[in-house]
């Protein structure tokens, strides 16, 4: 089995400073290369370090690969947090639903390339913990969403309501993203999701 655990972290300035040279380097290798031509002496070139330096902390690239995704990911939900939390302050509807859906299509967007790679090309991303525990987190911000907006959306089974519109925007968010040449523009994909977002929120019984 792949260890994806790192052989140690950081404790020092200095080694901290490594440590994120060679996670950089990793993200940047990842954007211009992907994930199949991606080598331990490749990371260590590109962050300037040597190799038994690397294997000081890494046991393989995987586990490079699992730190980058643990900390890239954990920024990602915390941004979408944040996004959430200031969409929930606008008290119009529509201008809460568009300042959301806009803002995480655009957090993906921001590192187009990284993402699609974690996401789409990494095959073991989504066995790990820190992705797991990311998406969780996602969706049950939705379900804490659902409460705090209260009167103004119509949700009448709260949990199944919100565990199914959660999990349709996330997939619709990252269709839009990581869309391929010939699909619709990204701006008109975006305004078609609020609105058909709206339009689940205010569906009746």
């Known amino acids: 089995m792949t260890d994806f655990e790192p052989r140690k972290l950081p404790r020092q300035e200095r080694s901290r400073a490594t440590y994120e040279a060679m ?121 804490t969403s659902g409460e705090r907006a209260g009167e103004r959306v119509s949700l009448p089974d709260l949990d199944a309501d919100t565990w199914l519109i959660a999990r349709m925007l996330y997939q619709a968010i990252l269709e839009i993203a990581f869309a391929e040449p010939g699909a619709p523009d990204t701006e008109t994909l975006t305004r078609e999701l609020v609105r058909l977002a709206l339009r689940m929120m205010r569906q009746s019984e």
Not at 53 to 68: C, G, H, Q, R, W
Not at 70 to 76: N, S
């Open 23 to 143: 996670l950089e380097a990793c993200a940047r290798l990842l954007r211009e290369e992907g994930y199949e031509t991606l080598t331990t002496t490749g990371v260590a070139e590109r962050a300037g370090v040597g190799i038994g330096t690397l294997y000081e902390f890494f046991p393989n690239k995987e586990s490079i690969v699992a730190a980058l995704i643990e900390q890239r990911i954990g920024r990602l939900v915390t941004d979408a947090t944040a996004q959430l939390d200031a969409s929930l302050e606008i008290p119009n509807l529509e201008q809460a639903a568009d300042f959301l859906i806009r803002g995480l299509v655009g957090l993906l967007l921001s590192d187009r390339e990284l993402y699609r790679v974690v996401l789409f090309d990494v095959p073991f991303s989504n066995r790990l913990p820190a992705m797991q525990r990311a998406i969780a987190e996602l969706f049950a911000l939705a379900r």
